[in-house]
C-alpha cells in the first residue's frame, strides 16, 4: 500500500502565502506524476498543479503566476507554493500521484485533504 500525509494548510490573509507538503510512503517502486487538487464546498474537485517525473510541470490558469509546484524524488514529496492568495483560493487542497508499486501495480492515490482558508 501507499499512503500520503499532507501538511501546510491554514489560515491566511489575502495575499499571504503557503507552502503544502504531501509525502508518500509504502510500497513505492516509483513515482511518475504527482500533483494538487482542490474543492470548494458544493463544487468538483479541480486541478491546480501537476508535475511529471521529468519535471514538466501543468498549472491550472487561475494559479499561473502565483503558485509553483515541485517535487524532491528522493523524499517522494510534492510541494505547492501559493503565493498572492485571493479569498477564492479558499478550499480543501488534495495530494494526488500515480504510482509504480514494488509488485508492478499502477496505483493512483489520494491524500486525505488539508484545508486552506484565505480571509482577513
Known amino acids: 500500500q501507499v499512503q500520503l500525509v499532507e501538511s501546510g494548510g491554514g489560515l491566511v490573509q489575502p495575499g499571504g502565502s503557503l507552502r503544502l507538503s504531501c509525502a508518500a510512503s509504502?510500497?513505492?517502486?516509483?513515482?511518475?506524476?504527482m500533483g494538487w487538487y482542490r474543492q470548494e464546498p458544493g463544487k468538483q474537485r479541480e486541478l491546480v498543479a501537476r508535475?511529471?517525473?521529468?519535471?514538466?510541470?501543468k498549472y491550472a490558469d487561475s494559479v499561473k503566476g502565483r503558485f509553483t509546484i515541485s517535487r524532491d524524488n528522493a523524499k517522494n514529496t510534492v510541494y505547492l507554493q501559493m503565493d498572492s492568495l485571493k479569498p477564492e483560493g479558499t478550499a480543501v487542497y488534495y495530494c494526488?500521484?500515480?504510482?509504480?508499486?514494488?509488485?508492478?501495480?499502477?496505483?493512483?492515490?489520494w491524500g486525505q485533504g488539508t484545508l486552506v482558508t484565505v480571509s482577513s
Open positions: 494526488n500521484v500515480d504510482v509504480i508499486t514494488t509488485l508492478t501495480r499502477d496505483l493512483n492515490v
Open positions: 509504502g510500497s513505492i517502486f516509483r513515482i511518475t506524476a
Open positions: 508535475i511529471t517525473s521529468g519535471g514538466s510541470t
